[in-house]
């Protein structure tokens, strides 16, 4: 069955990681909800898929995003998509190889990501004393697909290549290769308090017209750079790797639910 709807669940506190690019910090957070809060919260939403994932990263405390991910899906039997930019140890690992049989048992499916968008100028943009080095995202990815835990990598955000060097993604892109079961990229969102945390200007970039596809997905007003040029070179890489390539997480869910059905 195609996955169609999607509700989102995270953690009300700030974000530990802090990274510059993320507009999250200006959500507003009037509450701080225990988890089985935030999961009473959720039910009265209709959806196929949880996205653990929205205004934290719910693994920057590994312990509790996994426990949010079992009381979820003990709660709702739905589809679990879990996206950080934290690596985990061998035991949590495990814990989400059990979680991921018994969901597949049920006929549901885990889908982890990694969120990885560049290599040597990563310290411009995230804080190297709270996130993994995109050297040990990579190895972690590695990890996972060891596991058979089929990860995916979200290559973004995509910055103007004036910032982030174009080639560090298609090297991000080359390691991953034969890895990672597909990846999503997009380009960098911005408001007034991103640019501040950036250092720029909003005449510093160029912006798209359609401001659309994450309609739903965010609590903020953002608008979306420019990077079209960027992401035909992500997408002619993918292509020469043989990577499948999304712009958009919901088709890379169908099609890896999809895959997952044919190997039954």
């Given at each position: 069955?195609?996955?169609?709807?999607r509700?989102?669940?995270s953690?009300?506190s700030?974000?530990?990681?802090?990274?510059?690019?993320?507009y999250?910090?200006?959500?507003?957070?009037?509450k701080?909800?225990?988890?089985?809060?935030m999961?009473?919260?959720?039910?009265n939403e209709?959806?196929?898929v949880?996205?653990v994932?929205q205004?934290?990263d719910?693994?920057?405390?590994?312990?509790?995003g996994?426990e949010?991910c079992e009381k979820?899906?003990?709660k709702?039997k739905c589809?679990?998509?879990?996206?950080?930019r934290?690596?985990?140890?061998s035991?949590?690992?495990?814990?989400l190889?059990?979680?991921k049989e018994?969901?597949?048992?049920?006929?549901k499916?885990?889908f982890?990501a990694c969120?990885?968008n560049a290599l040597c100028?990563w310290t411009?943009?995230?804080?190297?004393?709270a996130?993994?080095?995109?050297?040990?995202?990579?190895?972690?990815?590695d990890t996972l697909n060891?596991s058979?835990?089929n990860?995916?990598?979200m290559l973004?955000p995509?910055?103007p290549?004036n910032?982030i060097?174009s080639?560090?993604?298609?090297?991000?892109?080359?390691?991953a290769?034969?890895?990672?079961?597909?990846i999503?990229t997009?380009?960098?969102?911005?408001?007034n308090?991103?640019?501040?945390r950036?250092g720029?200007e909003?005449?510093?970039l160029c912006?798209n017209?359609?401001?659309?596809?994450?309609q739903g997905a965010?609590e903020?007003?953002?608008?979306?750079v420019?990077?079209?040029?960027?992401?035909d070179l992500?997408?002619?890489?993918?292509?020469?790797?043989n990577?499948?390539?999304f712009m958009?997480?919901?088709p890379a869910l169908?099609y890896?639910?999809e895959?997952s059905?044919?190997?039954i």
């Open positions: 069955m195609k996955i169609e709807k509700a989102f669940v953690f009300d700030p974000c530990k990681f802090n990274c510059k690019f993320c999250t910090y200006g959500i507003e957070r009037n701080i909800r225990t988890l089985n809060e999961i009473s919260d959720l039910e209709e959806f196929d949880l996205y994932s205004k934290n719910n693994f920057s405390d590994v312990e509790s996994i949010l979820s899906y003990e709702f589809h679990i998509f879990i996206i950080t934290n690596v985990f140890n035991e949590q690992i495990i814990r190889k059990n979680l018994k969901m597949e048992d049920e006929g499916q885990l982890i969120s990885i100028s411009k943009y995230e804080n190297e004393l996130v993994p080095s995109p050297e040990k995202r990579i190895a972690f990815l060891q058979r835990l990860p995916i990598l973004r995509v910055f290549t910032l060097p080639d560090e993604l298609l090297d991000i892109i080359e390691r290769k034969g890895t990672v079961s597909c999503v997009g380009g960098l969102g911005v408001n308090d991103v640019l501040d950036l720029l909003e005449h510093d912006f017209q359609n401001q659309e596809y994450l965010i903020c007003e953002i608008k979306f420019d990077v079209e040029h960027e992401i992500i997408s002619q890489k993918c292509a020469e790797t990577t499948p390539l958009h997480s919901m169908n890896l639910l895959n059905l044919q190997r």
